[in-house]
């Protein structure tokens, strides 16, 4: 998924500070000029980044995602829908929020694989595939959680996601949700939440979530029951949706992890 870094300012750009506006009224009696600026200088506009991510193409399902797709129960404009087969009760409905710049149907491997293990899974479509602005269209999330509940609507919900997915998931509430499921995923809450309860899954492998942010994400949420799966890595193996930078070299079968995940994510669920 595309990692959006914060904007810091370089080092190297010119101080401002000779600009500085004094008190109104009261002139400073030895106003410094403004040096100008180096020939070839260019001005860092790195911050502007984030905002052209939207611009950039999402990455796109693999055959292994597609194969995967074909088992989908329902595909609609607000989410993608998979179901346990005939004979696995359903023990759980699971919301979904994918990665940033990520196509939805990537994460239908694991989708798959939590259905076949009692799990119904509604892949929630994020708007331009940006999970920060589900929270503006939370009526896409209303819909899954109301199909998740078509047949029970008792069934236990859980609401998490992947990369910035779960970062988002971790700050939605919603009726009747009861656990949050964090996939190599943070929080931004510093302070104990201990009312949160669910699962979190992290990789040992992950160039993206550190091992800091992981110790304070477990901190945070101390009834969060957390797993580390040593060979996981941030992009599930370039299984789901392709090789991202920063991938590191794995000989993990990327079916091989998604069941690992899902194993892990069905043992864990109600741990707490």
């Known amino acids: 998924m595309v990692h959006i870094k914060p904007h810091r300012p370089s080092a190297s750009a010119p101080s401002l500070d000779a600009a500085a506006p004094t008190a109104v009224g009261r002139p400073t009696s ?27 193409p999402s990455a796109a399902p693999t055959s292994l995602a597609k194969e995967a797709l ?35 149907e990537a994460y239908a491997p694991l989708a798959k694989a939590l259905a076949e293990r009692g799990v119904a899974v509604a892949l929630v479509r994020s708007p331009l595939e940006l999970p920060f602005l589900v929270p503006l269209f939370s009526q896409r999330v209303d819909a899954a959680i109301a199909k998740l509940r078509e047949d029970n609507s008792a069934l236990p919900l859980v609401i998490g996601g992947h990369s910035a997915g779960g970062f988002v998931a971790s700050n939605l509430k919603k009726k009747g949700v009861g656990e949050l499921l964090l996939l190599n995923a943070r929080t931004e809450s510093r302070a104990p939440r201990p ?3 669910g699962v979190g899954v992290f990789g040992g492998q992950d160039g993206l979530i550190s091992a800091r942010e992981r110790e304070a994400t477990k901190a945070a949420l101390p009834n969060l029951s957390t797993v580390v799966i040593p060979e996981l890595d941030h992009d599930f193996a370039q299984g ?20 690992t995940v899902a194993d892990n994510i069905v043992a864990r669920l109600g741990a707490h």
Request: a positive charge; aromatic letters at 8%.
């Open 30 to 56: 030895s106003p410094r000029a403004v040096a100008p600026a180096p020939r070839g200088w260019t001005p860092n506009l790195s911050f502007l980044e984030p905002a052209l991510r939207v611009f950039q």
């Open 70 to 104: 074909a088992s989908a129960k329902h595909v609609t404009s607000e989410y993608i829908l998979f179901a346990p087969p005939a004979g696995t009760p359903t023990t759980r409905g699971l919301v979904f929020l994918g990665g940033a710049k990520v196509k939805e």
């Open 195 to 197: 009312d949160v309860r």
């Open 240 to 259: 789901l949706y392709g090789a991202q930078a920063g991938d590191p070299t794995t000989s993990s079968s990327p079916q091989g992890l998604v069941d």
